[in-house]
């Protein structure tokens, strides 16, 4: 357990939920609880997973591809997701884990020891566990390492940008681009997340965004469209997306998986905004092709990489957006 750091009193200002705990209460997330007017964080130094991942799972498409990256989470999460793939561990108590000890140095030496140069902050929601994260990550950044972050984008402001001193890649889970689909499936509300991909833009995080098709809720072509839109607009055509396949979970066990046709149609659409457009969770490769001259550059049969690039670049002289 540790003082939380972006509190005031019995008011937690980590997430737009800000919540305000009373005694021996804890918040949405049911990580951080109120203690004589002081918020702490139950998991601090208790992850629920630790892993050694393929960066493609994150997934990350344009930072490292082919490397591998230690990865951990904590249980808790401040959205409700009803599709949630993690929900296990998402709504278990802290108490599972509570026997645990993993200290931030602990867990740099780990990803270390197994050879990863990476860290990533994933699994359940990284905000919740903020303290946790932004400790291992100082470290982690002193030792010339990177960490990533995978996360719904559900933070305040202020958390963000001290976040972003220590973070170098980000996936941002754009569930909705509805803010009533997001109150009603998610738990959440839509803009603190477009402002959470604006400032990790701003901030010179690279960035990518997935966006899961749910059969009957976000597979709306025309709000799919105008999410794209938005994408380019406000953070570039050079943002890959991730279009997620959909398959039954937790409270959407009843709801069938996108089907393969939907998620064609909604690449087609997104080609028109972004430059790369990715399908996960579909039977078939997603490679990464140059943008210029159709050259294929990156292979992915499934987490294996063949990759063509050049110092960044295709052999036309494109340069590709990311790090390599
Ligand atoms: S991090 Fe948890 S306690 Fe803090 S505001 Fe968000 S949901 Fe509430």
């Not at 964080?41 to 990350?60: Q, T, W």
């Not at 072509?221 to 406000?234: D, H, S, T, V």
């Not at 089907?259 to 690449?267: F, G, L, N, R, V």
């Not at 159709?294 to 990759?307: A, Q, T």
């Amino acid at each position: 357990m540790k003082q939380a750091l972006f509190a005031e009193n019995n008011k937690c200002v980590l997430c737009p939920h800000n919540c305000i705990i009373s005694e021996g209460k804890r918040g949405i997330c049911g990580v951080r609880i109120n203690k004589e007017d002081n918020i702490y964080a139950l998991v601090y130094g208790r992850p629920c997973s630790i892993a050694i991942d393929p960066i493609e799972k994150k997934p990350l498409y344009h930072f490292f591809p082919g490397k591998s990256i230690l990865s951990f989470g904590t249980v808790g999460c401040n959205f409700r997701c009803k599709g949630c793939q993690n929900w296990e561990i998402a709504t278990a108590k802290p108490e599972k884990t509570d026997k645990v000890s993993y200290p931030p140095k602990k867990i740099v030496e780990t990803a270390k020891e197994k050879g990863c140069d990476m860290i990533a902050y994933t699994y359940t929601e990284p905000t919740v566990f903020y303290e946790y994260m932004i400790d291992t990550a100082k470290i982690a950044k002193k030792q010339g390492m990177k960490n990533v972050i995978v996360s719904n984008g559900y933070i305040n402001e202020k958390p963000l940008r001290e976040l972003c001193k220590v973070i170098d890649a980000a996936n941002i889970d754009l569930k909705f681009f509805n803010n009533e689909k997001y109150m009603k499936y998610s738990s959440g509300k839509l803009e603190p997340i477009l402002k959470s991909l604006k400032i990790l833009k701003e901030e010179g995080v690279w960035l990518e965004i997935t966006n899961l098709l749910i059969p009957g809720l976000s597979d709306d072509l025309k709000e799919f469209e105008e999410m794209c839109k938005w994408i380019k607009e406000n953070l570039g055509e050079d943002v890959p997306l991730h279009i997620s396949r959909f398959f039954p979970h937790f409270k959407l066990g009843n709801v069938s998986p996108t089907p393969i046709e939907t998620m064609e149609k909604a690449k087609v659409i997104a080609k028109k905004y972004l430059r790369y457009v990715y399908l996960g969770n579909v039977p078939y490769e997603s490679n990464t092709i140059c943008p210029k001259c159709n050259n294929l550059l990156i292979k992915r049969d499934g987490y294996n990489i063949l990759n063509n690039l050049e110092k960044g670049c295709c052999v036309c002289k494109e340069k590709i957006p990311g790090s390599w």
